[in-house]
């Protein structure tokens, strides 16, 4: 066999944007970018999505299209004096596209020496990021850039479109060879690797080299595609906007009662191995959306996380699917939280009141004539350890902040809490 240099994903780049496969909603021939880049307009562009979706694909194909000067950096090794020395060669030729992958990593200062480039017309700009611009990238370049678009993970379609461009295609991919594969095969390497391009490929051509040469023909097994796709499609960056979506979709699906899927979200964030921040969000999902409708949970999950502590993975597993699917099933309020967010809502409005005399602190030498504490009712004084008695101040008189709900545990809650909010109201009259 021959070997080349450049790995597959690379040569199989698009060379001009009709050679693009998925991402319709950005430039399919419908689109206006499609139409501005085919009239040979480029707009500076930021393009952000998670590795191997076609960001770096995309910014060469609308190179490619209008056959303009190109140049590439990548904002990990590159820095003002390389882009100093692409604005020397835009003042000989004129316009030129400047692509600057992971545009995130600029300091305020690297992404500021751009701005007059961009305005002047001496540079476009295609930036790439694999975390939000509107979280990372400096507001003055987000300004100036026509163009946000946010690309998607390939459908498996779309990747075997991909696959079979590659085997076929005799002067980058592995047309000249003869190679024996099913489609059952590309079906795997395209479930393997979630929708990213460059793991796809890349594992294409993992498994072409690995697999024996038969009579003249290179002949693929499930094995070696299974052995060469292990893993291929997980990605997770802790800190990344990914990875606080994950945490975000494993609580909303808990929240919504979700067992499968919150089992799923769970084994993604188990194969990042960030346990500390899997224990964290479950400890908030107890009080936060299961509440006193349950509040046992509360303790359950705090046993759970110090066994977790203890074990470690690969057993801390088992506790934390023990109190996820206990979570999800669960009857849910939210009640209680939600009483005091009014409650510091109110605060932080300035309706406070003054606090009753008889609540004020009258520990104290002096208290008494100050008339603090004075006509205090102990409740444990009476039946039941209950008195009706002004604890609100006058101001705030009649404020309800607690909306009970029958969910759980909490009935019995609702229960309590009306029937005193009914015995107060009648000694109180």
């Known amino acids: 066999m021959l070997f080349s240099q450049e790995p597959l994903s690379v040569r199989m780049r698009p060379r001009t944007i009709d050679e693009i496969v998925g991402q319709t909603h950005i430039i399919g021939p419908h689109t206006a970018l499609y139409k501005m880049i085919q009239n040979g307009y480029v707009p500076s562009m930021l393009l952000y999505g998670e590795p191997g979706v076609g960001k770096t694909s995309l910014a060469y194909a609308i190179a490619g299209t209008v056959k303009r000067e190109f140049f590439a950096l990548n904002a990990t090794t590159s820095g003002k004096k390389e882009m100093e020395e692409i604005v020397a060669t835009a003042q000989m030729v004129g316009n030129v596209i400047l692509f600057i992958d992971e545009i995130h ?9 751009l ?3 961009i305005e002047n017309g001496l540079i476009t700009l295609i930036g790439a990021t694999t975390e939000n611009p509107f979280h990372e990238v400096n507001p003055a370049i987000r300004s100036r850039c026509g163009q946000i678009k946010q690309l998607k993970r390939l459908t498996p379609e779309e990747v075997i479109v991909l696959l079979k461009r590659a085997l076929h295609d005799k002067t980058r991919g592995f047309g000249a060879m003869s190679i024996a594969i099913d489609d059952r095969l590309l079906q795997l390497i395209a479930d393997g690797t979630n929708g990213d391009a460059r793991s796809a490929l890349n594992a294409l051509e993992s498994v072409v080299y690995a697999s024996k040469e038969k009579e003249g023909r290179i002949v693929i097994d499930e094995q070696t595609v299974l052995d060469c796709v292990e893993k291929k499609g997980f990605t997770h960056d802790k800190k ?23 089992l799923h979200y769970l084994a993604r964030l188990l194969e990042g191995g960030d346990l500390a921040a899997i224990c964290r969000r479950l400890l908030v999902i107890a009080y936060e959306d299961i509440g006193l409708a349950n509040p046992l949970m509360g303790v359950k999950v705090n046993a759970a996380i110090q066994a977790v502590e203890r074990l470690g993975l690969p057993e801390a597993r088992i506790p934390l699917s023990v109190v996820t699917v206990e979570l999800c099933l669960s009857a849910k309020s939210n009640s209680a939280y939600k009483a005091l967010d009014q409650a510091i809502d109110d605060v932080r409005r300035g309706k406070l009141g003054e606090i009753p005399n008889h609540l004020k602190d009258a520990h104290y030498k002096g208290a008494s004539a100050l008339g603090h504490g004075k006509g205090y009712q102990y409740p444990h004084d009476y039946p039941n350890s209950w008195v009706a008695q002004q604890y609100l101040p006058n101001e705030l008189i009649g404020t309800q902040y607690y909306v009970p709900k029958e969910n759980g545990e909490e009935k019995y809650y609702a229960k309590v809490y009306a029937r005193l ?7 109180m009259k």
């Open 105 to 113: 990593r600029f300091n305020k200062a690297q992404q500021d020496y």
């Open 421 to 427: 909010c009914d015995l107060k109201r009648q000694e």
């Open 240 to 262: 990344g906007d990914t990875y606080y979506s994950l945490l975000s979709a494993f609580q909303k699906s808990i929240r919504g009662s979700d067992v499968d899927a919150a």
């Open 115 to 117: 701005l007059p480039n």
